[in-house]
Nanobody
Framework: QVQLVESGGGSVQAGGSLRVSCAAS????????MAWFRKAPGKEREVVAT????????FYTDSVKGRFTISRTNAKNTLYLQMNNLKPEDTAVYYC???????????????????WGLGTQVTVSS
């Protein structure tokens, strides 16, 4: 069973930076596609960024383009999200997700991912 454990969340003022990490206890082939999602109070879970195993394919939701960077280290099966110029609207619980194959599903949807972490809270104050 694949386990995903997020870390690195916290509180920061607007304009600040945070890096969240996700450690996967899995073979690299089990986490070919990985992603960060977030859920803010009163809102649905939404995709933040996705990345493929070879890091050759990245996707960012429009609201974080130019501010967030997704990356991964396959040797350590670790996923990262560097968040710069944080805004209060970035406040949410951030979740790591992974799947061995998209199986035709869209990579920016929750349905595409088989494994999920428990989440880490990111709070941005104005």
């Amino acid at each position: 069973q694949v386990q995903l454990v997020e870390s690195g969340g916290g509180s920061v003022q607007a304009g600040g930076s945070l890096r969240v990490s996700c450690a996967a206890s899995a073979w690299t082939s089990q986490v070919h596609f990985m992603a960060w999602f977030r859920k803010a109070p009163g809102k649905e879970r939404e995709v933040v960024a996705t990345i493929s195993r070879d890091a050759g394919s990245e996707f960012y939701t429009d609201s974080v383009k130019g501010r967030f960077t997704i990356s991964r280290t396959n040797a350590k099966n670790t996923l990262y999200l560097q968040m710069n110029n944080l805004k209060p609207e970035d406040t949410a619980v951030y979740y790591c997700a992974a799947t061995p194959s998209l199986r035709g599903k869209l990579k920016n949807t929750t349905e595409a991912y088989d494994y999920w972490g428990l989440g880490t809270q990111v709070t941005v104050s104005s």
